[in-house]
């Protein structure tokens, strides 16, 4: 007994090494890198007109995103778990495309399909909209990367979903619009959720598709982590720090609802 | 289950299916057979010829080294790391469940700035390690920590509840029948977590050859040093060399995606047995 202790505690330790390592001593030297030079110069960095900027477009783009993404991913679990037609099981592996390729291979697709070369770039931006340098790149980039989150989150818990109460709605004689959003969507709604908030703290964060979509134009087309990069770039490690530390905050505060929402699904 | 949910209404389930597979295919299929039409518009030989560079060469090599160390750390401290939460219990597991998925939540970016500011040359690693003589920002060891940091969850994510349905009861069953720690381990524990850690492996393996942020910034992307294959793409595509751009990202993605789609077949295929 005593020596499955023993490796019990040599485990735990090399756990708390790895993790210690790789995961609180990265966060606690950019903390502490971060208020080098006092809080105000940290508010500084964080408040001129190009990092706020780069801030909003980043909220504003990952909920745009985000919207689209809880609709359309929904009903797609939803179809692809109530509906049998021809090529759902191609459908259902090609789901988890954009896992696998890499993000700057995404925002390289995204040119050659919507950049001023191509047939629909062209067309569209003879119509005055412009997709890439721009922010419905950024939107498509962020949906496209982010695209599996919300349908593999709602899939699995829409498969294990008892049928009986909708049956019973429906011998009583509820419309079937009227099951889906009283009895089928409030069951379905943590899942939705987590799917939500995984994509929208991909869309955070995302770098390398938007650094290839964008153009990177301060106050047009700069998000969060390419301002970022931009001030390493250019040496300036403590403008990169003012961003680099809400985005932190915004990771922390998503995993904080993320575990929250998991733990409602345990308990229920 | 089906026909309780086969709606009398034809045209409402023919309407759901147009709309989210117009979507799938108006987002995911028409860029990547842009992609592809790109290059087969191509004779093979500019293709191949174009990925024939040293640069290509070197950049594929390092990906390839990259993976193969971060697959094989994150395996084991992955199974590790799920063994110790499912079977063990201590102050602070709570928080340490929370911490396995931050570098999911983490930027890219700021993860390879994270390494930069600790592991760099002014840091408190990066000073601490100098004395030895091993230099990791800008380096082989730099790029495998940041590329180890955004896939650090996925093992140990894939594995816990695997573990936590089939592995406890058979390893409490081995042990009373006397098997040594290691018996158990190869014969009782390993098979039986083995779907897990294989769909985990797929999910490094795949994020491994295409991480992009964390790697630039760590790497200083240096030709033929620490070029790594996405770093390679970006340079060829932002020096106006697409045909070797689209090729090498072909590639890469064909590789990630195969992987993928494989351990999706065989994963399928237990399911049913």
Known sequence: MTKHRSGDLVQRSLMFLYLGLLILLPIAAITVASLENGVTALWENITTRQALFALRLTLTTATIMMVINVVMGTLTAYVLVRYDFFGKSVVNALIDLPFAIPTVVTGIMLVILYGPNSVLGSFLSRNGIQVIFDKPGIIFALLFVTYPFVVRAVQPVLQNLSPDTADAARTLGASSLRIFFKVTLPALIPAILTGAALSFSRAIGEFGSIVVVSGNIPLKSQVAAVYIYGELESNNSQGAMGLSVVLLLISFLILIVLNFLQHRRERD | ?273
């Open chain 2, 1 to 273: 289950m089906g026909n309780s949910f086969q709606n009398s209404n034809p045209w409402k389930k023919y309407l759901l299916i147009g709309l989210s597979m117009t979507w799938f295919v108006l987002l995911i299929l028409v860029p990547v057979s842009g992609l592809v039409g790109k290059l087969a518009g191509l004779p093979i030989t500019e293709i191949l010829l174009s990925l024939r560079s040293k640069a290509a060469a070197n950049a594929f090599l390092l990906t390839g080294k990259v993976t193969l160390i971060t697959v094989v750390v994150n395996t084991v401290m992955g199974i590790i790391i799920a063994k110790v939460l499912v079977k063990q219990h201590f102050r602070g597991k709570l928080l340490i469940e929370g911490l396995i998925d931050l570098p999911f939540a983490i930027s890219p970016v700021v993860a390879g700035f994270m390494i930069v500011i600790l592991f760099g040359p002014y840091g408190w690693m990066g000073t601490w390690l100098e004395t030895f003589g091993i230099k990791v920002v800008y380096s082989l060891p730099g790029i495998v920590i940041a590329t180890i940091f955004v896939t650090l969850p996925f093992v140990a994510k894939e594995v816990i509840p695997v573990y936590k349905q089939f592995g406890v009861q058979s390893e409490e069953a081995a042990e009373v029948l006397g098997a040594s720690k290691w018996q158990t381990f190869w014969w009782i524990t390993l098979p039986s977590i083995k779907w897990g850690v294989i769909y985990g492996v797929t999910l490094v393996l795949a994020r491994s050859l295409g991480e992009f942020g964390a790697v630039l910034v760590v790497s200083g992307n240096v030709i033929n040093q620490t070029q790594t294959a996405t770093l390679f793409i970006h340079q060829e595509f932002t020096d106006f060399n697409y045909t070797g751009a689209y090729a090498a990202s072909l590639l890469v993605a064909a590789i990630a995606f195969t992987v993928l789609i494989v351990i999706q077949a065989i994963t399928d295929r237990h399911k049913e047995n």
